[in-house]
């Protein structure tokens, strides 16, 4: 069955990086695009970026752009979101998302503390 595991949240200090993985097993993962989403407490899951299944072509939230970067390993089944920049609003939980025939799959979640 499709499984999705992100790791490597934390808590950081403003102007802080991470970098989230998300491991996927289950499907043929370079055949899908793949999606990371947060949630801020409070607050309604949103879309933070795409990327295609070869891996060319990314898109982001105005949010995120320019300080935020997804890239994937297909050779690892792997997709990463490097996080720049972070600010206080940036706190959330992030979760790796893909689609896969009608059904949507996403992972539990890594939580991301962003502050001073």
């Known amino acids: 069955q499709v499984q999705l595991v992100e790791s490597g949240g934390g808590l950081v200090q403003p102007g802080g990086s991470l970098r989230l993985s998300c491991a996927a097993s289950?499907?043929?993962?370079?055949?899908?695009?793949m999606r990371w989403y947060r949630q801020a407490p409070g607050k309604e899951r949103e879309w933070v970026a795409t990327?295609?299944?070869?891996?060319?072509?990314?898109n982001y939230a105005d949010s995120v752009k320019g300080r935020f970067t997804c890239s994937r390993d297909n050779a690892k089944n792997t997709v990463y979101l490097q996080m720049n920049s972070l600010k206080l609003e940036d706190t959330a939980v992030y979760y790796c998302?893909?689609?896969?025939?009608?059904?949507?799959?996403w992972g539990q979640g890594t939580q991301v503390t962003v502050s001073s």
């Open positions: 990327i295609t299944a070869a891996g060319g072509e990314t």
């Open positions: 998302y893909v689609r896969y025939y009608l059904q949507n799959y």
């Open positions: 289950g499907f043929t993962f370079s055949n899908y695009a």
